[in-house]
């Protein structure tokens, strides 16, 4: 199992797509423990690829592909995941999107990578989300954390709209909710209402431990 494991970590940090889904297969297919095969294989190997990133001795693109590893393997384990009683272990439920007008997804899907690597429960809603989505799914899904995304100048104004929108909503109180993308600071955070900035993946899921743990 070990060997196994170490495989499994080692698509994933190598960003390995085809090998993590075959190996995500097998899990499956042997009836392996699931979550001792995400914990202790993909999970370990997208964190590792955090790290050697926060060091500098992996660049985005490393990163990027390690994060699409991990998230087509977690497409396939996510049917006997659903299975399991035991997905009930997370750290909090996080809703997360990249805001409307949006289209850019990779550093929202890394930061989902990692939250879900990291024992969250993560709703990823996509890219060019409505205002009204990210209340709905608020009110629907109960979230402990809303995430949300903007790279653009001319879209970042939207996360301000939502925390408005939650606030009239009376939905406020209920949810944490943190921002991130190129053009925003703690600054921004600060000035539209949010509990928390994150500059990158790494920081986000420091950022929601401080938040929810």
């Known amino acids: ?16 797509k085809a090998r993590a889904v075959d190996l995500a297969a097998s899990a499956l297919d042997k009836g392996y ?28 693109p490393e990163l990027a592909f390690s994060a699409e590893a ?18 009930s272990r997370t750290k909090g439920k996080v809703v997360i999107g990249t805001i409307q007008g949006d289209i850019h997804d990779i550093g929202k899907t890394l930061v989902a990578t990692m939250l879900a690597a990291n024992g969250y429960n993560v709703i990823d809603l996509g890219a060019d989300v409505a205002y009204s989505r990210f209340i709905e799914e608020v009110k629907n899904q109960k979230p402990e954390l809303l995430c949300m995304s903007a790279l653009l100048t001319t879209t970042m104004a939207g996360q301000g709209h939502v925390i408005s929108q939650l606030e009239e909503g009376g939905l406020r109180s209920q949810v944490k909710v943190m921002v991130g993308g190129a053009p925003t600071t703690a600054a921004w955070a600060e000035e539209i209402g949010a509990d928390g900035y994150a500059e990158n993946a790494v920081e986000a899921v420091q950022k929601a431990n401080s938040l929810l743990i």
């Open 33 to 60: 423990d699931l979550l001792e095969v995400i914990e202790g294989g993909f999970s370990k190997g997208i964190r590792k690829a955090g790290e050697l990133w926060e060091k500098g001795e992996y660049f985005l």
């Open 70 to 87: 991990m998230k087509d393997a977690m497409e396939v384990l996510q049917p006997g995941l659903l299975e399991s009683s035991e997905q």
């Open 1 to 16: 199992m070990q060997n196994f494991l170490a495989q499994c970590e080692e698509a994933v940090l190598k960003g390995e």
